[in-house]
C-alpha cells in the first residue's frame, strides 16, 4: 500500500509537471508573456519538489554513513518508508549500526585496557611520526627522563641536547646506549627502535630501558614482538571495515552529491547488504580477539594436587585417540617410572599436553612412519619433566624466537594463543617449558616441574 502511495504521487508530480510544461508551449505559442512567466516559475518549483521528493530517502541513508563515520550512533534510520527494498535495507542499517556500536565499544575498552597494559609497563615506550610528533609515551619513560608531558621530541633538548639528536637520527632496527647525566645521577639507557605502519602512517616505536634497573634484553624484544602483533591484528580487523564502509557511502554519494534514488540499482543495495553483513564477521572476529586475549591474562591459579603421571598420560592417550582414526600415525605414551608423581593442577596440565599433541599431530599429517610421543620422567638431577616428542619437519630457525609470541601464528587459524597460554600455565606451576627441535628430524617440548 506505501509503494502504492509513493508511485501514485510520483505520477502526480510528474503529470503536474507535463501539464505545466505544455502551458508554457501555448504561452509561447500565443505569446502570452504573463502567462509565460507564472507557468516558468511554477515549473520550476514542481521539478525542485519532485527532486526533493525522489531524494529525501536517499538522503537521510547519506545522513546515517555520514554519522556512522563520525562515530554518531544516536542516528536512526526509519524504517517507516515507501519503498518495501529500501524498509529491509534501513533495517538492517540499523541493526548494523548498533553492531558498529558495540565493536566501537569494545575498540574503546581494548584500547583502554593496551594502554593500562603499555602504562603499567616497567620498560619506557614511545612512538612517533616522521615529523617528530610523539603519539605515545608512557609513565615509565617519562620518569626515565624526568619530563612530562611529551608531545614532541623537541622537548627532549630540555633533557639532554644529545638525548634529542639520537632520537632525530633513530633509523629502524637501531640499537644505540645512551648514559643520560642530571644532577642527581647518571642513568644507563638502552634504546631501540622498531616501525610501524598505523592506518598508512609510519611510525617508529622506541623502547628506553634502564639496563641496571629494568628488564633484559629479551623481555625488551619480547614487548615490541607482542606490540608488533597486536597492531597486525588490530589493522587486518579494522582495514576491512573501513574499506567496506567507504565503499558503500561511494554508492549514495559521488562527488559530494546525493546519488538520485533512479540512478540505484538492486545491485548495489544487494552489494550493501552484503558489505554489511562482512562488517558484521569482522566485529564478531574482533571481538573473539578480545576475548582470546583475556583468556591470557586472567589464567587462574594451579589448584595443585598430587596426580600420578601415567595415569595422566593415560587420560591424554584416551582423549587423543579420537583423532588417530583416520591417519596412520603412531602415537604412543609412557611413564618411567611407573610410579612418577607429580604436584600439579590436573586440569591445567592436561589441557597444555592436549594442545602440544595437537600441534605435533597436525606436523606429521602427510609424514610416512609419523610419530609422536609424551613421555614422563625424571632426570639425574631429580628434575621431573614431561615431553611431547614428533617426528615432522621441526621448526624453522627464523620463528623458533616468535613461538610464544601471543597472537604469532604460522597457521592459516587459530588465535596464536596456544603456546602462550601454555607457557604462562606452566610459569604459575613454579616450572618452565623448552623446545628443541632439529629440521625434519625432531621436534620436542618439554615441561620440567619442581
Not at 41 to 57: D, E, K, P, R, W
Amino acid at each position: 500500500m506505501a509503494s502504492r502511495n509513493f508511485y501514485f504521487q510520483l505520477i502526480i508530480r510528474v503529470a503536474l509537471i507535463a501539464l505545466t510544461a505544455l502551458g508554457l508551449a501555448f504561452s509561447v505559442a500565443w505569446q502570452k508573456y504573463l502567462a509565460l512567466s507564472f507557468c516558468t516559475i511554477l515549473f520550476g518549483a514542481q521539478v525542485y519538489a519532485l527532486i526533493t521528493f525522489i531524494n529525501s530517502t536517499n538522503r537521510k541513508i547519506a545522513y546515517f554513513f555520514d554519522a556512522i563515520r563520525n562515530e554518531d550512533f544516536t542516528l536512526r534510520f526509519p524504517e517507516r518508508v515507501t519503498i518495501k527494498s529500501f524498509k529491509e535495507l534501513n533495517q538492517s542499517l540499523n541493526r548494523v549500526n548498533g553492531l558498529i556500536q558495540e565493536v566501537h565499544l569494545q575498540l574503546q575498552i581494548r584500547e583502554q585496557y593496551y594502554q593500562e597494559i603499555l602504562k603499567q609497563a616497567s620498560i619506557g615506550i614511545m612512538t612517533y611520526n616522521e615529523k617528530g610528533h610523539i603519539l605515545f609515551s608512557n609513565p615509565t619513560l617519562e620518569k626515565l627522563l624526568d619530563h612530562s608531558p611529551l608531545n614532541h621530541i623537541k622537548q627532549l633538548m630540555q633533557v639532554d641536547e644529545k638525548l634529542y639528536h639520537v632520537f632525530k637520527d633513530f633509523q629502524p632496527f637501531e640499537r644505540k646506549l645512551f648514559q643520560l647525566s642530571n644532577e642527581r645521577e647518571q642513568t644507563q639507557l638502552a634504546l631501540k627502535s622498531t616501525p610501524l605502519t598505523l592506518d598508512g602512517k609510519s611510525l617508529l616505536l622506541v623502547v628506553v630501558q634502564d639496563i641496571h634497573k629494568e628488564l633484559d634484553e629479551k623481555e625488551t624484544e619480547s614487548w615490541v614482538r607482542l606490540i608488533r602483533v597486536l597492531t597486525h591484528e588490530i589493522m587486518n580487523t579494522i582495514t576491512p571495515i573501513a574499506s567496506i564502509s567507504d565503499s558503500i557511502i561511494r554508492y549514495y554519494r559521488n562527488h559530494g552529491r546525493i546519488t538520485p534514488l533512479e540512478e540505484l540499482e538492486e545491485n548495489q543495495i544487494k552489494n550493501t547488504l552484503k558489505g554489511l553483513e562482512v562488517i558484521k564477521e569482522q566485529g564478531g572476529n574482533l571481538m573473539d580477539f578480545v576475548q582470546s586475549y583475556r583468556s591470557l591474562l586472567h589464567v587462574p591459579e594451579p589448584n595443585k594436587t598430587i596426580v600420578r603421571g601415567k595415569e595422566l598420560l593415560d587420560k591424554i592417550d584416551v582423549l587423543m585417540s579420537a583423532r588417530l582414526h583416520d591417519t596412520e600415525v603412531d602415537f604412543q605414551v609412557g611413564c618411567h617410572p611407573e610410579d612418577l608423581e607429580f604436584f600439579i593442577d590436573e586440569k591445567q596440565i592436561a589441557q597444555v599436553l592436549i594442545n602440544l599433541a595437537k600441534n605435533a599431530l597436525q606436523s606429521v599429517e602427510g609424514i610416512e612412519k609419523g610419530k609422536v610421543r609424551i613421555v614422563a620422567g625424571q632426570d639425574g638431577n631429580g628434575t621431573k619433566y614431561i615431553e611431547v616428542q614428533d617426528n615432522g619437519p621441526g621448526i624453522p630457525p627464523e620463528v623458533m624466537e616468535e613461538i610464544f609470541v601471543p597472537f604469532f601464528t604460522t597457521k592459516s587459524e587459530g588465535t596464536g594463543i596456544g603456546l602462550s597460554l601454555s607457557k604462562r600455565i606452566v610459569q604459575l606451576h613454579g616450572g618452565g617449558i623448552q623446545v628443541r627441535s632439529l629440521q625434519n628430524q625432531e621436534t620436542i617440548f618439554r615441561l620440567t616441574f619442581v
